[in-house]
């Protein structure tokens, strides 16, 4: 009885007397029960409780992150890729459609890239001398239709901006007119 007296008059004193709650001195149990059940509740709700597992690649919820893959963990996966495909109970479900898809996944092989050189747009930035660097690229499609696309920048005045949109119209406007 006396333990919980002194747990409620610590409480009482610490939220009247000091200005609010001090976690850092609530009894051990109380704590820690606070804080399990936090994380049980963030992981119910589908969040994480710290972020991403960095070193193991999987996360907390056992999602795994594509973007930083090991080279052991292609080899790996290359292994067992060409063990499933020769497996006679498995090879059927396994075409080469499904394994290229998977390859391309684990970035053991690399996705499709538009040819930049076949862009209208950077045809007549480069025939008019106008700077215009790949800065990225953007994957738009999935599995085996995927396509990376470079995202371009420009980086001019309005002047020139203007000088090349009336370019432009000129050139729509005579090509219009010659057919």
Known sequence: MKSIYN???KCYFDFFIYGGWKPNRWPNGIKMAIIRNKHRLIML???YVE???KE???SVRGVFDYGEITEGQKSVVEELLTQLKQDPKISFVLDDEKITSLKKQFKIEEI???DIEKSVFYQFAKH???YAPVQGWIKEGLGPDAIEYPILST???IREYDKMVHELIQKGKDSATNT
Request: aromatic content about 20%.
């Open 128 to 130: 008019k001398n106008y």
């Open 7 to 9: 747990f409620f008059r």
């Open 45 to 47: 709700l589908g969040g």
């Open 112 to 114: 499709d890239r538009f």
């Open 51 to 53: 972020g991403p597992n």
């Open 155 to 157: 980086n001019m005045d």
């Open 56 to 58: 193991q690649n999987v």
